[in-house]
């Protein structure tokens, strides 16, 4: 099972950036999939969630700026991200789990490798 994250990069404030989590080994609709993001020092944080129903939930800091989606035929999930603010600066990464606990990092067995957002001001 592997999760290939990818997209991230240098983006100015207010910018967009799609992020892709393409999974191989595990069907995406099967799981509950997940982005979080770290910064150092601090713990990873969870960002927007996609259950097996399809339905999404995101987290406040993000809500209306993020949009998290899942493609079945490319078995890929994705987070748009529009109106980056330099505090989204981190290392984004994807998760795949069967937990109900959608939010919470532990409940997540499978990661990928992650992917650096950097946005400047």
């Known amino acids: 099972v592997q999760l290939q994250a990818s997209g991230g990069g240098l983006v100015q404030v207010g910018g967009s950036l799609r992020l892709s989590c393409a999974a191989s080994?595990?069907?995406?609709?099967?799981?509950?999939m997940a982005w979080f993001r770290q910064v150092p020092g601090k713990e990873r944080e969870s960002v927007a969630a996609i259950r097996m129903s399809g339905s999404t939930s995101h987290a406040d800091s993000v809500k209306g700026r993020f949009t998290m989606s899942r493609d079945n035929a490319k078995n890929t999930v994705y987070l748009q991200m529009t109106s980056l603010r330099p505090e989204d600066t981190a290392v984004f990464y994807c998760?795949?789990?069967?937990?109900?606990?959608?939010?919470?990092?532990?409940?997540?067995?499978?990661w990928g490798q992650g992917t650096l957002v950097t946005v400047s001001s």
């Open positions: 080994g595990r069907t995406v609709s099967r799981y509950n």
């Open positions: 998760a795949s789990s069967k937990s109900v606990a959608v939010h919470q990092a532990a409940s997540y067995d499978v």
